[in-house]
């Protein structure tokens, strides 16, 4: 079973920061892409930035510039430096990844969410 947690949501005002962190764990081979998305009241969930394992990273057009994304692979850990937010960051969001188990499995697995909410 692999388990991931999420941490360092919380409110912020416009223009501020945060960083967010995720760790996996659990019986874990390997980790191809690992990502954040993020949901707000009403919307689907989109893709906000994913990473793989060899540091080839993808952002949404609208975190482009304000948001990092970045790995540890020995430690299984993405995180996610969110700079310049906005209120329409305001949102859930989770991390997920693509993992390969010991037991030779294959699967997405997703966090529980973190919230962040920006105010204006």
């Known amino acids: 079973q692999v388990q991931l947690v999420e941490s360092g949501g919380g409110l912020v005002q416009a223009g501020g920061s945060l960083r967010l962190s995720c760790a996996a764990s659990?019986?874990?081979?390997?980790?191809?892409?690992m990502g954040w998305y993020r949901q707000a009241p009403g919307k689907k969930r989109e893709l906000v930035a994913d990473i793989t394992s060899g540091g080839l990273t993808n952002y949404a057009d609208s975190v482009k510039g304000r948001f990092t994304i970045s790995r540890d692979n020995a430690r299984n850990t993405v995180s996610l430096q969110v700079n310049s937010l906005k209120p329409e960051d305001t949102a859930v969001y989770y991390c997920n990844a693509d993992v390969r188990t010991r037991l030779y499995t294959r699967g997405i697995y997703w966090g529980q969410g973190t919230q962040v909410t920006v105010s204006s």
């Open positions: 659990g019986s874990i081979a390997s980790i191809n892409v």
